[in-house]
């Protein structure tokens, strides 16, 4: 009850503070007042107290269900809000959803559990205590109209937020005893559906924040705005690890609009000026003397070197190990060694990095798009030297995450070291393309030699993988590290769990000499699933072809204990219609990978011309997570997840000089566009029984599968990405 | 000082002449829907139309429109965002994040005011937005069904 009480205060402090004018602090006229707004600004002016911590009704029965993660266009708000309400029962029609702060989470014991939104964790690391939320507030709304009618709650059933009394045939609605259910104490037990009887999970429900995105009215982080508010746009050191040594404000301080030139910790310089426009034309203009610091020397060539290094290197960390490959490659009647390179490459959302801050000496509010409100918040709290529980964030919907906005919050850092030099007054903080290209947190960079051996027959028997690379974990969490091994490093390669690689290699060595060059790595949608599912599956092929053996038959041989990625690999491999030529001049290619948790496949069909031009035609993708929760969203995001792989391997490229990121822009950094895109057959075959991934795992296979496509076609192995730097001609 | 004809009104706005269109709209008018997200006319996030083609506002100096010229964004496409493409995106759930879709909506509106019924292949050469997120095939599919909707509702008009 207590923690109620609090809640209801606490939501309506927050209604004073965001949209009373004048009164200290106001959002204004541009508030993102929408269905997946901040607390409480979905629900208008009423305090209706909430059923628990998941689910508020209001008297006209509308429902509004709390989401915790981030929604960043991966469908996530409308895939949780669907979990919430298949339990509580819920007229859908009706629902609404809105975020609460991670200040609150912070108040209430975490009541809301994680706010972080990656991994693609956001379904399958809550759906439990998500749909239990559901559940006890459906059993207290039961309870109070059992209450109101005398009657034993068993009496009483409940479907689309009307209550019924069975014998008398009464009924009642959600919203006229959701104020009574909140004065009762939440069961302590409840049952969970079988999910044969779920009605919503499993339904291709349309997502519940569309309509504002068709008209310009979704408020992103970049288009806030707020009465008094100052813009400023920012520059650091292009050269990583490198200072700011001196500016000279005088030549701009008198240019239109700017109010204030400030340095933002050791590396940065910021123009604050009254409008964005004049505070990057000023930047432009700003002479800025920088110390290069201890990278400047650092080149793509001179990490080439670093990798090629750890490549033959004695030491190494063992990801996966079975048998003896060293002595199987040994015996073995043919093998195959082949090198394998994937570059830097980074996030690009389209909405650059940006944050709004306000200080003062005793408080710190922040306005960010964030995959994780709990560290955007603890980032705050640091760059604003205040307790924690003097700080707020408020999420604004993202322009696209993909990792860059969930381990790091440098933007919500330099927006508040800003707003400190200038406190009380409101400061968005808003990064250029240029800023965003050049102050990314990289998907980090690696080598691979694989060896493979041949019995007699054409089997596998001896596999050997040395990765030689970047560690994301060794710079962005050392804490997640065990003995000094970065075991992310090894994703679809690994023994068992969410990332085990989907074959049975009678002699197996996996290794990684962790090799870490100066350039920040970070989280890149697929993590490092991206990189290693290329060289496994084109190395497979390799290994099929040296066999003289069709690719799936050589796969299919290793999969007999993996029968869940085996069935993914069958549907593709059959949809596709692979044992049938493909149509004239088109050529097919494999992969499959276990991701995320979830079973993934993909065939690719492609054509290149005498010119060498590439044609994606079609990619037929198979997934199993295990449930899925909305089938359409999860065709979306297989069809999304393309478009980011297949950018990545067409073009995607941050190569180094002079320590810094040579690229700049989306003309030298250049994304997919609709031309290059291929049809996309998405299969989805939920096996039941486990909770998988859906944002990313299918990532991992649209490379592979058209780079095998495209050996097929050519004969021409490609062994590095991106495939703008190779020449397709036929060999 | 600028005078621009904005979403059907006649405006006059203080501000340099070499400020690109893109910032009046977002700084100076509020009207946000228009995106900026490269700065350098090659994403399209920021695509508005001028008498009706699609052009991008983000470096497009106001010194170079005049008053009599057409301008229109995202908020003006439709009075009450029924315009066939925001009928259709919303149908098909286009969207993912959403940031793009303002501007590879209006790309799609000025294709199909030179061409009511597209090709692939004139959706392949028009459309030249990035998303990041990867929403091109309902894309595809969102103008091909806005086209139908046009069809059905000027049929509708004339009987």
């Known amino acids: 009850m207590m923690n109620r009480e609090r809640v209801d205060i606490s939501r309506r ?31 208008g002016s009423s305090a209706v107290p909430e059923v628990n911590a998941w689910v508020v009704i209001e008297p006209d029965d509308t429902v509004i269900i709390r989401i915790a993660r981030s929604e960043m266009g991966q469908g996530t708000l409308t895939g949780l809000a669907q979990l919430v309400a298949e339990e509580l029962e819920c007229d859908w029609s009706r629902v609404k959803t809105e975020y609460p702060t991670p200040g609150q989470n912070l108040a209430r014991g975490r009541v809301w559990g994680s706010f972080a939104t990656g991994g693609s ?63 009762l104490f939440p069961p302590e037990q409840v ?122 290197s004695e030491d190494a960390f063992v990801g996966n190990r079975s048998g003896d490959a060293g002595k199987a490659l040994r015996g073995a009647v043919k093998t195959v060694e082949a090198t394998y390179r994937y570059p830097y490459q980074n996030h690009a959302t389209m909405e650059p990095m940006n944050a709004t801050a ?181 190395f497979i092929d390799e290994l099929a072809h040296a066999a003289g053996k069709d690719p799936l038959a050589f796969r299919r041989r290793l999969m007999a204990n993996h029968p869940k990625s085996l069935a993914v690999l069958n549907a593709v491999a059959e949809k596709a219609g692979w044992d049938k030529p493909a149509p004239a001049g088109v050529y097919r290619g494999l992969a499959v990978c276990k991701a995320f948790a979830s079973h993934v496949a993909a065939c690719a069909e492609v054509s290149v011309d005498d010119g060498g031009r590439l044609k994606i035609h079609r990619i037929v993708a198979a997934t199993d997570p295990g449930y899925a929760v909305n089938p359409q969203q999860i065709e979306a995001q297989v069809e999304g997840s393309f478009v980011y ?37 998405v299969i989805v075959m939920p096996s039941g029984g486990f ?11 649209a490379a592979p599968a058209v780079l095998n496509a495209i050996f097929a076609a050519t004969g021409k192995r490609i062994r590095q990405c991106p495939l703008k730097n190779t020449d397709l001609r036929s060999a | 000082m600028a005078k621009l004809k904005i979403n059907g009104n006649m405006l006059e706005i203080d501000v340099d002449g070499t400020t690109p269109l893109l910032w009046v ?32 506002a983000c470096i497009l100096p106001v010194s170079a429109l005049k008053p009599s010229q057409e301008i229109t964004t995202i908020e003006g496409l439709s009075a009450d965002g029924t315009h066939p493409l925001q009928q259709a995106w919303e149908e098909l759930d286009v969207p993912q994040c959403g940031y793009c879709q303002p501007g590879m909506i209006m ?25 990041r997120c990867g929403t091109f095939n309902r894309v595809r599919r969102g103008i091909h069904l806005a086209a139908q909707i046009h069809k059905g509702a000027s049929k509708r008009e004339r009987s």
């Not at chain 1, 710190?364 to 640091?382: H, I, K, R, S, Y």
């Not at chain 1, 393309?433 to 051996?453: N, S």
């Not at chain 1, 792989?645 to 002079?658: F, M, P």
């Not at chain 2, 790309?107 to 998303?131: F, G, H, Q, T, Y």
Request: aromatic share 6%.
């Open chain 2, 25 to 56: 709209l977002r700084e100076q008018l509020g009207l946000t829907g228009t995106k900026y997200s490269c700065g350098i006319g090659v994403c399209g996030s920021c695509t508005v139309h001028v008498d009706g083609e699609a052009v991008r």
């Open chain 1, 358 to 538: 306000r200080w003062t000496e005793d408080r710190c509010d922040v306005w960010c798009p964030t995959q994780n409100g709990e560290a955007a918040l603890q980032a705050a709290a640091e760059a604003a030297g205040l307790p924690i529980g003097k700080c707020e964030v408020y999420k604004i919907h993202l322009g696209g995450g993909f990792g860059r906005r969930g381990a790091f919050h440098d933007f919500v850092q330099q927006a508040v070291l800003i707003a400190k030099q200038l406190p009380g007054t409101p400061v968005k903080l808003l990064w250029t393309r240029e800023e965003d290209m050049q102050h990314g947190h990289y998907h980090p960079i690696t080598k691979a030699r694989l060896v493979g051996g041949l019995d007699e027959k054409g089997d596998l028997v001896g596999l050997h993988v040395r990765i030689s690379g970047q560690s994301i974990l060794a710079s962005v969490n050392p804490g997640w590290m065990s003995n000094g091994v970065d075991m992310f490093t090894f994703q679809g390669l690994l023994p068992d769990g969410d990332h085990a690689i989907s074959y049975t290699v009678p002699n197996l060595l996996v290794e990684h000499a962790m090799r870490n060059p100066p350039v920040p790595p970070g989280f890149w949608r697929g993590v490092n699933i991206n990189q290693n599912a290329i060289y496994l599956e084109s």
């Open chain 1, 645 to 681: 792989g297949l950018s990545a391997l067409l073009y995607g490229e941050c190569t180094i000089r002079d320590g810094s990121v040579e690229q700049r822009n989306f003309n030298d950094y250049p994304s997919m566009l609709i031309n290059e895109m291929p049809e996309v057959d």
């Open chain 2, 107 to 131: 790309s799609a509106a000025a294709l199909l005011n030179e061409n009511p019924s597209p090709s692939d292949a004139d959706i392949d050469a028009k459309v030249n937005n990035i998303c």
């Open chain 1, 121 to 183: 964790q956001g379904i399958r690391g809550s759906h439990l205590y998500v749909r239990k939320g559901g559940a006890v507030a459906r059993e207290m709304l039961i309870e109070a109209a059992a209450e109101a009618w005398d009657v034993p709650m068993e009496e009483c059933r409940v479907a689309e937020s009307v209550i019924t009394h069975t014998p008398t045939g009464r009924t009642t609605s959600y919203g006229k005893v959701a104020a009574a259910a909140a004065e």
């Open chain 1, 13 to 43: 402090d927050f209604l004073i503070r965001t949209t009373t004018a004048g009164a200290g602090f106001s959002l204004g006229l541009y508030l993102p007042l929408s269905s997946a707004g901040v607390l409480a600004a979905g629900s």
């Open chain 1, 691 to 701: 909770w998988g991934g859906i944002g990313e795992p299918t990532i991992a296979v």
């Open chain 1, 191 to 312: 049952e969970l559906k079988n999910p044969k009887d779920w009605r919503l999970i499993g339904q291709p429900v349309k997502r519940l924040d569309t309509v504002d995105k068709l008209t310009g009215k979704q408020v992103f982080g970049a288009d806030l705005q707020m009465p008094g508010m100052l813009n400023a746009a920012i520059r650091a050191c292009p050269t990583f690890g490198g200072r700011l040594k001196s500016f000279d404000q005088a030549k701009v301080r008198k240019m239109p609009g700017v109010r204030q030139v400030v340095r933002v910790g050791d590396d940065a310089v910021a123009v604050v000026a009254e409008t964005w426009w004049q505070a990057k034309t000023a930047l432009d203009a700003l002479p800025i003397d920088w110390d290069r610091g201890p990278n400047a020397a650092v080149s793509t060539a001179s990490i080439e070197q670093m990798l090629d290094e750890g490549l033959d």
